[in-house]
């Protein structure tokens, strides 16, 4: 499984932006999606998942304000950030987990994109 993103750029505080994310390969083994973000000096943090029994997760800092959607049909996934914040810069990544096996699965990962937000 391979994972291109893009949709990444510089907005202004209050602003919106759509990142999207295209898998390709063998995509009938992707079980969950998600996206983390990492910013400068900061540890990779999750901001919104679609877990293996569908819903979705967010964490708080985004809640009301990022929408996690997938489109199996386009085999892509997206995040749409609403009310933007400077304190939301990072570089967000793309994430999929990958059944390998029974028991067993992988972790594969985007490029990674930029989302810087101006005060």
């Known amino acids: 499984v391979q994972l291109v993103e893009s949709g990444g750029g510089l907005v202004q505080s209050g602003e919106s932006l759509t990142l999207s994310c295209v898998a390709s390969?063998?995509?009938?083994?992707?079980?969950?999606m998600g996206w983390f973000r990492q910013a400068p000096g900061k540890e990779r943090e999750l901001v919104a998942r679609?877990?293996?029994?569908?819903?979705?997760n967010y964490a708080d800092s985004v809640k009301g304000r990022f929408t996690i959607s997938r489109d199996n049909a386009k085999n892509t996934l997206y995040l749409q950030m609403n009310a933007l914040k400077p304190e939301d810069t990072a570089v967000y990544y793309c994430?999929?987990?990958?059944?390998?096996?029974?028991?067993?699965?992988?972790?594969?990962w985007g490029q990674g994109s930029l989302v810087t937000v101006s005060s």
């Open positions: 390969g063998s995509t009938y083994q992707i079980s969950a």
């Open positions: 679609i877990p293996p029994g569908g819903g979705t």
């Open positions: 994430n999929a987990r990958v059944t390998t096996s029974i028991e067993g699965f992988i972790e594969v």
